[in-house]
């Protein structure tokens, strides 16, 4: 499942990204992209910026693929083990599993 435009806002902004018209900066006001939206490359779940700006928080994170190929991701945050997501890729998978930790907070 694709999240919509709100989710990737929201899941960007909890880890560390926001928009400044035209750039998203991070928490730190370093340039991380620049855009008018994030239609290009945060809107596309990329394994580089989710491993850059949203697993480093995680205490643990795991993965498995399934018979049916969907692959399983469950990830640990403050020593808490979020339920097991599963999807058809890996990069939606992770994402999903991230979006769990920021709906926990």
């Not at 239609?39 to 910026?49: A, F, P, R, V, Y």
């Not at 949203?54 to 339920?83: C, I, M, N, T």
Request: a negative charge; glycine letters at 4%.
């Amino acid at each position: 499942m694709k999240p919509t435009d709100e989710e990737l806002r929201r899941f960007w902004e909890f880890y560390g990204l926001h928009y400044t018209v035209p750039y998203w900066v991070d928490d730190n006001d370093n340039l991380a992209f620049y855009g008018e939206t994030h239609s290009e490359l945060l809107k596309s779940i990329n394994l580089t910026i989710l491993f850059q700006y949203a697993v480093p928080v995680l205490d643990f994170w795991l993965a498995s693929k399934e018979k049916s190929k969907r692959v399983g991701v469950q990830v640990q945050y403050h020593g808490k083990l979020l339920g097991l997501v599963f999807d058809e890729t890996f990069e939606d998978a992770l994402f999903w599993a991230l979006d769990k930790v920021r709906e926990t907070i």
